[in-house]
């Protein structure tokens, strides 16, 4: 490479044969050159080091030499070796000048031997590499600083293009987030300050921003009932990471509004909350079109289920005021009289059984829970689900051995099987021959309850699976509406699965249905699992097999009643019992009586009655006035479920309405505790 040779200039004599020669022989590339203009060429082009003549150095164009000299790279400080003339004095001031320009400069008396020419010209070299190395190092410190720059431009060119596009979004959802009437907030949980939107200062009711916000302002805003709801949430947030509340706010001009408020939590490595960022949103206006919603739907519901029942107990009625006409007009015909009244007797007791399954829908039914092993009910049920089934359909039995007591009526808990198993047997009516009632232990997480309103924990499963023909999704909506069926007409009253609904709510449980079209559906009724053992309670049959009881000589009856007729009813149905009786027509005549001296065995009195007592509160107040008084209720309606609950158990029975002489007889032998007469 012609950085790697060495220029000789010495036009005169044989030196430059010889300097020549001998560097050939070292392996040196050599170029002679044969005048100075030659040489400055040479030196223009690219060499390691020269070796000139002191007196061809004089004859060359020293303003062309410097300038050479001085337009070197700055890596660059070119190794001249100077062959000089031995003289016996002083060099001429213009020898010494020219040399002194030279700079890097090794001077060399002649004659010179061959081994100081080949070390001085060696040391020319090193110094010329090391020049080389110096170079490579500035070449390669001079591209990665132009990659640098290169990438400096394109890094800057990348934010000035992402900072664009993150402006042009956050525009975007700003935009967005306005068309939608929501507001954005950013929280800073270390130094509890608040970014938001103009639309966020607004939906609060500001018309222009507030200077500053806090996370408490959150809370201050709601109404007082609802800010321990927003402390509590918020403080959730921090810990799940998770904010989803709908809260009230009151605004500075006094309204009430509906907001809701969604975020998410922000955390560092360690697991600290920083931040929390979210929206929030007027809910008032869609909450108010959603309560419409619901009341055209709740009255549209009362109208088809104020519908059904006129249209079933007109049925009803129709027997019952014609027969009681044909017999009032022809009261002489005893066995036309006996025929009509056992019709219309037949007609009261489906409308007693149509008000039942209206009362469990409505989870108002007179209940007497017991804490049971329901797969005891179901042993004893097979029978009557079997004959219910019908001869074609097998009805298979599959029930844990190990079951979980629940509390439940078991008089509701046989009726709303009986009614699962009746609605399988239609179901399969195009195909299908099994029924299975299924018991199983199950435990509910909080997502498997989500949508009934109800609590996780441990449950007891009974199930009802038929082979039919499934329900498609239309139907399934509907399933447990009051009065509506699939069915044709006369082949039930649309209350059936209502019943079940109503009863396992009034249970504390709730009822899950799948079903595949084609493939059949199950019924899953489930009830909370009771932390008490299951007892021996009798069952709702066990009061039938004890005998009619007449009064003893005096038994009296305080008979507290505020229908009239109803009223009449009891004290004809009393006195043919030879009860004597006392009639008070609320509670504060009944107490009256009752701290009167006259006797009085037990105290039969209705449950819900005008006056502000009940009549279970009028039995507390006549056990403190006549501790030992009998105490037998009636009715056929509960209007707060806890009550009907509590009246079904303990020390105060209940007779539900409508009720025959001898279920009153029955009744009162119970409570009374005397031997038929």
């Not at 008089?411 to 009746?422: R, S, Y």
């Amino acid at each position: 490479m012609d950085e790697d040779r060495i220029l000789i200039l010495a036009p005169r004599g044989r030196d430059a044969a010889v300097v020549s020669s001998l560097l050939a022989r070292s392996g040196h590339a050599v170029a002679v050159c044969p005048d100075a203009a030659a040489w400055l060429d040479g030196l223009r082009g690219a060499a390691a080091t020269s070796i000139v003549t002191e007196e061809a150095l004089l004859d060359v164009d020293q303003d062309a030499l410097d300038a050479w000299i001085a337009d070197q790279p700055p890596w660059s400080d070119f190794p001249f070796v100077v062959l000089a003339t031995r003289q016996p004095g002083r060099r001429t001031a213009r020898a010494a000048t020219v040399i002194d320009r030279l700079g890097n400069v090794v001077l060399l008396e002649r004659p010179v031997n061959a081994e100081t020419l080949a070390s001085a010209v060696s040391s020319a070299l090193r110094v010329r590499r090391r020049q080389y190395q110096a170079r490579a190092h500035i070449r390669e410190r001079e591209e990665a600083q132009e990659r640098l720059r290169a990438a400096n431009d394109l890094l800057e060119r990348r934010v000035e293009d992402r900072t664009r596009a993150v402006e042009a979004a956050r525009e975007t959802l700003a935009f967005a987030l306005d068309s939608a009437g929501m507001g954005s907030w950013d929280l800073d949980l270390i130094h509890d300050t608040v970014r938001r939107s103009r639309r966020h200062d607004a939906i609060f009711g500001y018309d222009a921003p507030l200077p500053s916000w806090r996370r408490a302002d959150f809370v201050t805003h709601a109404v007082p009932e609802d800010q321990g709801v927003v402390e509590a949430a918020f403080a959730r947030a921090v810990e799940s990471g998770s904010l989803d509340l709908e809260y009230r706010i009151r605004r500075p001009d006094g309204s009430v509004r509906w907001i809701a408020a969604k975020g998410r939590a922000e955390y560092r490595t360690d697991g600290q909350p920083v931040r929390m960022a979210g929206i929030v949103l007027d809910r008032t206006d869609q909450r108010n079109t959603e309560e419409a919603l619901r009341q055209a739907q709740k009255m549209e519901a009362i109208g088809q289920l104020t519908g059904g029942v006129a249209h079933d107990f007109n049925n009803l009625l129709t027997v019952i005021v014609g027969g009681l006409d044909m017999i009032l007009r022809r009261p002489d015909n005893l066995d036309r009289v006996v025929r009509l009244g056992e019709a219309a007797m037949s007609a009261a007791r489906r409308g007693e059984q149509l008000t039942q399954q209206l009362l469990a829908f409505s989870r108002r039914q007179m209940l007497r829970p017991q804490t049971l092993n329901p797969n005891r009910l179901l042993i004893d049920f097979r029978p009557l689900a079997e004959r219910a089934a019908g001869g074609a359909i097998q009805v298979a039995f599959d029930l844990d051995p190990a079951l979980d007591p629940i509390r439940i009526d078991p008089a509701q808990f046989e009726a709303a099987v009986l009614n699962l198993v009746v609605n399988a047997r239609d179901a399969m009516e195009g195909g299908g021959s099994l029924i299975e009632i299924r018991s199983r232990n199950v435990h509910l997480d909080t997502a498997a309850v989500a949508d009934y309103g109800v609590q996780p924990g441990a449950y007891v499963e009974v199930s009802v699976t038929d082979q039919g023909s499934g329900m498609p999704p239309e139907t399934l909506a509907r399933v447990f509406e009051p009065f509506f069926t699939t069915k044709e007409v006369g082949k039930g009253t649309g209350l059936g699965l209502s019943q079940v609904y109503g009863f396992t709510r009034s249970a504390g449980g709730f009822v899950g249905i799948a079903t595949d079209i084609g493939l059949g559906t199950t019924f899953r009724l489930l009830f909370p699992r009771s932390r008490d053992p299951a007892g021996e309670e009798r069952g709702p049959g066990a009061m039938g097999s004890l005998p009619l009881r007449r009064a003893t000589d005096g038994d009296t009856v305080l008979l507290v009643e505020d229908d009239e007729q109803v009223l009449g009813m009891a004290v004809e149905s009393l006195e043919e019992l030879h009860y004597r009786v006392v009639v008070a027509r609320n509670a504060p005549e009944a107490l009256i009586h009752l701290q009167g001296i006259g006797r009085i065995d037990i105290l039969f009195s209705d449950v819900m009655m005008p006056g502000g007592m009940n009549g279970s509160e009028l039995a507390a107040e006549a056990k403190k006035l006549r501790p030992g008084l009998k105490v037998l209720l009636t009715s056929g309606y509960v209007a707060n479920l806890d009550e009907g609950q509590v009246l079904g158990r303990g020390d105060l029975p209940v007779l539900n309405k409508p009720y025959r002489r001898d279920e009153l007889a029955r009744s009162l032998r119970m409570v009374l505790g005397g031997k038929a007469s």
